[in-house]
């Protein structure tokens, strides 16, 4: 790996289309993103899936709620199997990850998705990015297994 970041890769028990619309309909992501221990009202959720679309929400984390604003805008869109998009919890516009998502249709109803988050966080942060990414992406499967 040549820039800090993440990458994680999850199967799971769902066709592609279904763990697509878990990445960009508003309802299914307010309801993962976070994991367990935030809450995203579906009522701050924004999103305009298109390059050059923005997206936004708020989300509170953690038993004291601590309010954080997520945004972004989508670089690429290419349904259903490449999401390209910035993700920052600052205003400015210069301060920014980037994250893909790669869904590649395994046969049989199974989906495996690529996760990059690259940018310029220090590794100790990277760290924890990716405890918090893998705990969302749990409460994806747990949806996609009960739906």
């Given at each position: 790996m040549s820039e800090p970041?993440?990458?994680?890769?999850?199967?799971?028990?769902?066709?592609?289309?279904?763990?697509?619309?878990?990445?960009?309909?508003?309802?299914r992501f307010a309801d993962w993103f976070g994991g367990g221990?935030?809450?995203?009202p579906l009522s701050t959720?924004?999103?305009?899936?298109?390059?050059?679309?923005?997206?936004?929400?708020?989300?509170?984390?953690?038993?004291?709620?601590?309010?954080i604003r997520w945004n972004g805008e989508f670089r690429e869109v290419v349904e259903p199997e490449r999401l390209v998009f910035t993700l920052s919890d600052q205003s400015g516009e210069e301060a920014y990850e980037l994250i893909v998502v790669v869904l590649t249709d395994l046969g049989d109803g199974r989906t495996k998705m690529l996760f990059e988050q690259?940018?310029?966080?220090?590794?100790e942060?990277?760290?924890?990015?990716?405890?918090?990414?893998?705990?969302?992406?749990?409460r994806i499967a747990e949806r996609l297994a009960g739906a």
């Open positions: 970041g993440i990458t994680i890769t999850r199967v799971f028990d769902a066709p592609r289309d279904r763990v697509w619309r878990e990445w960009t309909e508003p309802e221990e935030s809450e995203v959720v924004s999103m305009d899936v298109r390059p050059g679309g923005a997206w936004r929400l708020k989300m509170f984390a953690g038993p004291e709620r601590r309010e690259r940018g310029s966080l220090p590794p942060v990277y760290e924890g990015a990716a405890q918090g990414w893998s705990g969302f992406f749990d």
